[in-house]
């Protein structure tokens, strides 16, 4: 089945410091991609939804010269975490929705920043 | 605006016993209607999902769940719960361009021998 890659599966940096995580489609090819962030025992938050070849759309509060994301191919989607803090800590996770349908929707395993 | 809501955060099921898990939504169109399975520190599984048609959706490991549009509801069920079952589970709704859903706040099963 379809599987989407999240890399890397944990990340342990210093304040200041910028982070990328990477959201990439292995068998299939996604025109659009999501990002979430999760708190420790809370649920899921769209961040922004990644649009292949154009810029991202950022959900209401959510900092896009904070959180840089990159939608080069057809595949990959790639989240920056710029100058992180430690109010930035979180889970963070992709989804990818496979091209030409509007069924086929993937989560990869998710990220798991810790900044310190 | 639409919104979930999952009444329960936590519950406990004794192995073998059946499980409800209860979703509310708010959306002003024909929603489609998720729930998935969240492993600690992993991403998310998904179990079913609705879109239109049977209102009684079956999904992946002996879970199903029925859409109510009356009660905009969206409950999750499984008659006999095995420990591995033993999860966070989000119920979700989304719209027209679906993949950009909306989570409950999740609840948290535990299972007891």
């Known amino acids: 089945g379809a599987v989407v890659s999240q890399h890397p599966s944990w990340v342990i940096c210093k304040s200041g410091t910028s982070v990328k995580i990477e959201c990439r489609s292995l068998d299939f090819q996604a025109t659009t991609m999501f990002w979430y962030r999760q708190f420790p025992k809370q649920s899921l938050m769209l961040m922004a939804t990644?649009?292949?070849?154009?810029?991202?759309?950022?959900e209401q509060g959510v900092e896009k010269d904070k959180f840089l994301i990159n939608h080069a191919s057809l595949t990959l989607s790639t989240l920056t975490v710029t100058s992180a803090h430690p109010e930035d800590s979180s889970f963070y996770i992709c989804s990818a929705r496979e091209t030409g349908t509007n069924e086929k929707l993937f989560f990869g395993s998710g990220t798991q920043l810790s900044v310190l | 605006a639409q919104s979930v809501t999952q009444p329960d955060i936590h519950i406990t099921v004794s192995e073998g016993a059946s499980l409800e898990l209860r979703c509310n939504y708010s959306y002003g169109a024909t929603p489609y209607l998720f729930w998935y399975v969240q492993s600690p520190g992993q991403g998310l599984q998904l179990l079913l999902k609705?879109?239109?048609?049977?209102?009684l959706v079956q999904g992946i490991k002996g879970f199903e769940a029925e859409f109510k549009r009356s009660q905009s509801s969206f409950n999750l069920r499984k008659p006999s719960v095995h420990w591995s079952d033993a999860a966070e589970y989000f119920c979700?709704?989304?719209?027209?361009?679906?993949?950009?859903?909306?989570f409950g706040a999740g609840t948290q099963v535990v299972v007891t021998p």
């Open positions: 979700a709704v989304g719209g027209h361009s679906w993949g950009k859903l909306q």
């Open positions: 990644s649009n292949e070849g154009s810029k991202a759309t950022y």
């Open positions: 609705y879109f239109s048609g049977d209102t």
